[in-house]
């Protein structure tokens, strides 16, 4: 028989698979397929085929919109919202609404167009890492801007349109429902036991060791006891702090670290598997109390579909239990 298991943050329950787990073998992972370097507008010579730069790491000398970049801030050519005009907030009958302001931009991680971040040498995914809070602090210097979305679709099924990796940043003019469900959740646990249910649950983690895949003086990297997906991982500062931007300095270069070897051994698992990551991390600019609130990452590999069950009822069903998944993934070297 499986298990149901309550998340404590939001509710969520999810159905795990403890009788007839799957294996790594047993997924059917879909795997990149890169096309011709030349075509990409992300790619070393390319830069007139994108938006002017709005920031980018360089070497010295070198020109904005030109070779000699590491990493390059963008406008997204094609953006969800815009950060000219109003908000114009208004309603229609029961209907609310208003104009699509906000913000919509692409970090271009690496002049390499076959390079994943767990290719990547420490400092250079430091400096992707860097460029996601000059970003983001700089988005949320508008007042109008509530919430900045920090996000990766690796490959064509998780939603990349473009190969070339990079990472998008959506400022949006009010904070999203999921992330409201998540800080209401945890500011009842706190408001209830005066302690942060993240930081209960990395004691717990640590206690317990069965989900851990790795870990270092700053970061817990683990498979969540209430995964929405098989191999579901999060990462997660051991010092409480609700914002991603406001890391200690001596945080980044560990989070670039264990980033880089938890996505490494997720590839050693399933070769190249095509995932989403997210940062979830405290709203800007608004009166929302975020005192039991603690910032990670998540990331999710594609390797189910969400079908009619899910959709229908709200739960994910989980053919791998989390504490199957860390197994495999913590034995695996990187």
Not at 195 to 207: A, H, L, N
Not at 245 to 251: A, G, V
């Amino acid at each position: 028989m499986g298990e149901l298991r309550r998340d404590p943050i939001g509710g969520r329950w999810v159905i795990v698979d403890t009788e007839h787990p799957n294996k790594p073998e047993d997924y059917e992972v879909e795997s990149p397929i890169w096309r011709s370097e030349s075509t990409c507008p992300f790619c070393y010579g390319n830069e007139a085929m994108t938006p002017p730069e709005i920031e980018s790491f360089r070497e010295y000398g070198t020109a904005s919109n030109a070779p000699g970049w590491q990493v390059r801030a963008i406008p997204n050519k094609f953006p969800a919202l815009q950060i000219e005009g109003e908000l114009d907030r208004r309603g229609i009958g029961i209907f609310d609404m208003s104009n699509g302001v906000g913000a919509h931009e692409l970090i271009i991680e690496t002049p390499y167009h076959n390079k994943d971040l767990c290719d990547l040498l420490p400092e250079e995914l430091e400096r992707i890492l860097q460029m996601y809070c000059r970003r983001a602090i700089d988005l949320i210097r508008d007042r109008r801007f509530k919430y900045v979305m920090i996000f990766k679709n690796f490959g064509p099924s998780a939603g990349a349109s473009l190969e070339h990796p990079h990472t998008q940043l959506v400022a949006l003019p009010m904070v999203p429902k999921n992330v409201m469900e998540e800080i209401k959740g945890a500011q009842k646990y706190f408001e209830y036991r005066e302690r942060c249910i993240f930081c209960d649950m990395i004691r717990q983690e640590v206690q317990e060791k069965e989900r851990i895949i790795v870990e270092n003086a700053h970061f817990l990297s683990f498979c969540p006891f209430v995964s929405r997906f098989p191999f579901e991982m999060w990462i997660i500062p051991k010092q409480h702090n609700s914002c991603f931007c406001h890391m200690r300095p001596e945080e980044l270069p560990a989070l670039a670290v264990i980033l880089k070897e938890t996505i490494g051994r997720l590839r050693k698992v399933f070769g190249t598997p095509e995932y989403n990551f997210i940062i979830h991390t405290a709203p800007a600019n608004g009166e929302i109390n975020v005192e039991g609130y603690h910032w990670h990452l998540e990331i999710m590999p594609k390797l189910t579909r969400v079908a009619g069950f899910e959709w229908g009822s709200g739960f994910y069903t989980v053919p791998t239990p989390p504490e199957l998944a860390a197994k495999y993934l913590r034995e695996e070297k990187t």
